[in-house]
């Protein structure tokens, strides 16, 4: 099956500056790579994701970048900002017998020092 | 829009008693999912349903039953708790069909069993 792994496990950070977390997959069968944010004593939320076909996506200031070959995917969040501190999850997916099986990393605590 | 809504937030069960967590959905996913939260363990599947009328067991099923009870909702049941099963329980639904697959989380019910 998918084995997702997922570094740092911890981050800080100044505010302004940036940060990255990184995520490999295991299954070449994964086409889908959605990122969790997941604030404390909240739900995880849905903050971008990107589809095997494409190289990089943006959205303000986070963006992901997925190598293929590789089977590296990155989250990079610029100018960092004190509500960015939270916990964020990697995930691959992929289609498994009709379903689209998930699987995620372990999660990165983002700490943005102020 | 309530999206995907749980219910308890909190329980506390002593060893051995029974109880069912509830799970609903407005957004007429045909994806339901129950995972455990422990930390430094990220996100783990107990129970899908990939679709109404089908259960299938995630990576950690032990101790769990689950109902899809029609399209819009999905319980979990624990029908001997114990110690080991003290966890954040969230529910999430999803639709494979759309052009990404991203979850909608529910806010988690916090469980502990003493």
């Known amino acids: 099956g998918e084995n997702v792994e997922q570094h740092p496990s911890t981050l800080s950070v100044q505010e302004g500056d940036s940060a990255v977390i990184k995520c490999t997959y295991s299954?070449?069968?994964?086409?889908?790579f959605p990122w969790y944010k997941q604030e404390l004593g909240k739900r995880p939320q849905l903050i971008i994701d990107?589809?095997?076909?494409?190289g990089e996506k943006k959205d303000q200031r986070i963006a992901v970048t997925l190598n293929k070959t590789a089977k590296h995917f990155s989250l990079h969040i610029t100018e960092t900002q004190p509500e960015d501190s939270a916990v964020y999850f990697c995930?691959?997916?992929?289609?498994?017998?009709?379903?689209?099986?998930?699987?995620f990393g372990t999660g990165t605590k983002l700490q943005v020092i102020p | 829009n309530a999206g995907v809504t749980q219910t308890p937030k909190f329980q506390v069960l002593k060893t051995g008693q029974s109880m069912t967590l509830q799970c609903a959905q407005d957004?007429?996913?045909?994806?339901m999912y129950w995972y455990r939260q422990d930390p430094g363990m990220g996100l783990r599947l107990i129970y899908y349903?990939?679709?109404?009328?089908?259960?299938d067991k995630g990576e950690v099923p032990n101790g769990y039953n689950v109902s899809r009870l029609n399209k819009r909702e999905f319980s979990l049941r624990l029908e001997s708790a114990a110690p080991s099963q003290t966890s954040v329980y969230f529910c999430?639904?999803?639709?494979?069909?759309?052009?990404?697959?991203?979850?909608?989380f529910g806010s988690g019910t916090r469980l502990t069993v003493v």
């Open positions: 349903s990939a679709s109404e009328g089908t259960t």
């Open positions: 995930a691959a997916s992929g289609n498994s017998g009709g379903y689209q099986k998930v699987t």
């Open positions: 999430a639904s999803s639709e494979p069909g759309q052009a990404n697959y991203g979850y909608t």
């Open positions: 990107i589809r095997s076909n494409v």
């Open positions: 299954d070449s069968a994964s086409n889908y």
């Open positions: 957004m007429n996913h045909n994806s």
